[in-house]
């Protein structure tokens, strides 16, 4: 990419995109060695962890205990806020502060979760510490940053930090923004499970609030079989790479309905959860049923 940039950086720019949509796939490698899966050593884990961590811009032990609280989390109502992303209730939209709710639609802006929200997440906010995280959590954000900076300031001296910069800032825009519509899917789609209190179940949330997201053959390659994440969070021990095998291995897996490329698209217009009829809903939505709600009863 750095020689390409002496002849144009129109080759330099498509070579930086294909980086970007591998280091999705170095991610799931990262992922699979943050739930002990990725190889039978946990000292391999840990290492592969840390180096793939330090491309892809993640503190290995901090993200790995933000991830477990997600794991044991999905679906649950009451149980917000950790590794997730942002939903609101309809009637905690509905209660909000008009400056709460001006935030929640900018938050579910396309344009901000998928190209902003990315970068944020992964040149800032994974600098920065969580305040519930202990010592080995703390310290892996310290050491990572170190790592990072040490990278940076290496390549800056070799190739220069204006080209260091410039296919690095394209490269994590294109791997954060892939992932994080991938994230988005896997939980943010029709018919997904939401539950409160003793109603939550840990296997409804698997099967029924992750997705099977059906990818073309290059994609699901690209995206280390995160697509089958059904199975993924019935059981987070077994690796993406056995995630297909465990598919065709068992008609209960074959029974959950699949999305597709183009089927997921719908999800870009889901922003709440409605509780009351069990389905996520756009804004467009809202504004129909309060305006029905309004209609003076027929006589």
Excluded at 6 to 14: A, K, N
Excluded at 96 to 107: H, N, Q, V
Aim: charged share 20%.
């Amino acid at each position: 990419m750095y020689r390409s940039l002496e002849v144009s950086y129109w080759i330099t720019l498509p070579l930086a995109i294909l980086t970007g949509a591998l280091l999705v796939r170095v991610f799931i490698i990262f992922h699979d060695c943050g739930h002990g899966s990725f190889f039978k050593s946990k000292t391999a884990n840990d290492v592969v962890g840390f180096l793939t961590g330090m491309v892809t811009f993640t503190p290995y032990y901090h993200w790995r205990w933000e991830h477990a609280i997600h794991h044991a989390s999905a679906g649950h109502l009451d149980k917000r806020g950790t590794g997730d992303v942002w939903t609101l209730t309809v009637q905690e939209y509905l209660e909000s502060s008009r400056w709460r709710r001006f935030a929640y639609r900018l938050a579910r802006n396309p344009i901000i979760l998928f190209v902003i929200a990315p970068l944020y997440l992964f040149l800032i906010r994974q600098r920065f510490v969580s305040a519930k995280a202990n010592s080995r959590e703390r310290w892996s954000v310290y050491w990572m940053n170190l790592a990072i900076f040490g990278m940076a300031a290496g390549l800056s001296a070799i190739y220069g930090i204006v080209p260091y910069l410039m296919i690095q800032l394209i490269v994590i825009a294109v791997a954060g923004s892939a992932g994080v519509w991938l994230f988005y899917v896997q939980h943010q789609f029709e018919d997904v499970y939401w539950e409160r209190g003793d109603q939550w179940d840990y296997t409804a949330a698997a099967m029924q609030g992750s997705s099977f997201y059906k990818l073309p053959r290059i994609l699901q390659w690209f995206s280390g079989n995160i697509g089958y994440h059904h199975i993924h969070h019935l059981s987070a021990r077994i690796p993406n790479y056995n995630l297909e095998k465990c598919h065709k291995a068992h008609p209960m897996f074959q029974r959950v309905k699949p999305i597709t490329l183009f089927s997921s698209l719908k999800s870009f217009k889901f922003r709440l959860w409605d509780e009351s009829n069990k389905r996520l809903i756009g804004f467009g939505q809202l504004r129909k049923m309060l305006r029905h709600q309004k209609r003076p009863a027929p006589r």
